[in-house]
């Protein structure tokens, strides 16, 4: 049977050109074509689509309209046509469950997907009519009931790219495909449920205090509790080539992200050459289909982890060798982001380059919350204002985004009001100050974190009032009969002196 297709574009060309090319097609018919919000949705309702086709809408963003569709037509498979320049968003649209697609389209790419979805649902429905206990059939035929791209997460937006892509990627080490179960997280001890945190810090400037402000913030998730339990957490350098978050804690770097990188590649090649191919001669979107069925188990992680013993912090470091970076390519950030997503961990904490790699991208758009890392110097307030802008001409949610100021003094040339105000901040939206200090320096350089200093810090109670507003927490009840240690000095107090 035809599948039909829902053009979503303001160019009429577009509907009319695919209209012509599918003409004669056996699997894909193109049942119309809107220009605009409320035109798709009565399209959406009377057409009744299986693909729908998102191009350049003037009046919504492509991201925030498929959200809503989805959530009145979750069946529906959506492809986002992106211009060479639009494809810097490919993460963000993979990771909300689109598969995506580069302009020109061509009808052939089109016709694969409607051919791929129209023979998983005849072998769908054959394995529903296979009497109980056919065990080897439906290993073979595989149970996904959508369809997967390169951008279907585990979240259940999608199933297997193939029949039989299961049972195959299974016996090739694979956990399994990307109809995954919802994940639970971590339930602690008192009945208590820990929110999941994926936090990114990012800067977009070298030398503003990034990995520090990473590795503390990371310590004092590491020694927070809940329900009595401490939050189980990770700290991740998506810095590839150049992370030294090892270094700030004097952790060996092995194992660490290439090493799973490499047992990602190994089992996924053993995977094609049981298919009876060879991994070298697939073209890049005969692997964007492979890839787009994989789904890591989130216990892989343990195997690629190095302990910080004195906070408990586990930490997945970035490659020893700077070679190896050039081996971890886009998809494997992405399977590696999606199984963190879903691990047992409480939060997550990602420290990224100040660049806009694809590792940088992936992590921002996978992050639930971001901290902008700068210092009050022209050279990184100009950075991070254009970096604003870019994130909101995309349409991210800049309530995801808490700024920060690192290595304030007493006297600085900008004052945060003039910062704030060159941001073009709302009035409401708070800039957390992270004040210098002389411990600061000496923890960078000796590898023991400010978070572990016994005495009172300023930049210590600055980290942990962003740390706070990042992740509330109800405080806990020491249990032992002490007395609440007294409120440190405010921050303002000791920046006024």
Not at 346 to 364: E, G, N, S, Y
């Amino acid at each position: 049977m035809k599948k039909r297709l829902l053009i979503v574009d303001d160019d009429p060309a577009v509907g009319a050109a695919l209209q012509t090319q599918t003409a004669g097609s056996r699997w894909l018919e193109v049942c119309g074509q809107t220009t605009g919000v409320e035109e798709t949705w009565r399209a959406l309702h009377e057409n009744k689509p299986d693909i729908v086709l998102l191009g350049g809408v003037q009046e919504a963003e492509r991201g925030v309209l498929c959200q809503q569709f989805r959530l009145a037509f979750p069946h529906l498979l959506f492809i986002a046509a992106c211009s060479e320049q639009e494809l810097i968003w490919e993460p963000f649209f993979r990771n909300l469950g689109m598969w995506v697609i580069a302009k020109p389209i061509h009808s052939g790419q089109l016709e694969a997907l409607a051919m791929q979805l129209s023979s998983m649902t005849a072998m769908s429905s054959m394995h529903a009519s296979m009497p109980a206990g056919s065990a080897a059939m439906g290993g073979m035929i595989g149970t996904g009931t959508g369809l997967t791209g390169i951008g279907t997460t585990s979240n259940g937006m999608g199933g297997a790219a193939f029949p039989g892509v299961e049972a195959g990627m299974q016996a090739a080490g694979f956990s399994g495909v990307a109809e995954a179960k919802p994940h639970h997280p971590y339930v602690a001890g008192s009945g208590q449920q820990a929110k999941k945190r994926l936090i990114t810090v990012y800067g977009p400037k070298g030398g503003v205090g990034k990995t520090f402000l990473s590795r503390e913030l990371a310590i004092y998730f590491a020694q927070r509790k809940l329900g009595g339990n401490p939050l189980k957490v990770l700290a991740v350098d998506f810095n590839l080539d150049l992370g030294t978050f090892a270094t700030a804690l004097n952790l060996p770097r092995t194992p660490n992200l290439y090493s799973w990188v490499q047992d990602i590649d190994e089992r996924l090649h053993d995977w094609i050459r049981s298919q009876g191919r060879e991994p070298g001669d697939l073209s890049r979107e005969e692997w964007q289909v492979q890839i787009g069925s994989v789904q890591l188990s989130p216990q892989e992680v343990d195997r690629h982890i190095v302990v910080h013993e004195a906070s408990g912090l586990h930490v997945l470091t970035s490659p020893r060798d700077i070679r190896h970076s050039f081996e971890i390519k886009d998809y494997h950030l992405y399977l590696i982001l999606d199984a963190l997503k879903n691990s047992h961990y409480d939060v997550i904490l990602i420290d990224t380059a100040p660049d806009t790699t694809d590792a940088t991208i992936q992590a921002l758009f996978f992050a639930e919350q971001v901290v902008m890392v700068g210092n009050p110097v022209v050279d990184s307030i100009e950075n991070i204002q254009r970096i604003l802008k870019l994130l909101r001409e995309a349409d991210y949610p800049e309530e995801r985004i808490s700024l920060c100021m690192n290595r304030l003094q007493r006297k600085e040339m900008f004052t945060l009001d003039e910062i704030r105000a060159y941001f073009q901040l709302h009035p409401s939206k708070k800039i957390f100050p992270i004040p210098d200090d002389q411990e600061v320096k000496k923890s960078i350089n000796t590898g023991n974190p400010v978070m572990l200093h016994p005495g009172k810090l300023a930049a210590k109670d600055a980290i942990e009032a962003l740390g706070k507003a990042l992740l509330p927490l109800e405080e806990e009840a020491d249990g032992s009969g002490k007395k609440k240690e007294k409120e440190r000095a405010s921050l303002w107090k000791w920046l006024r002196r």
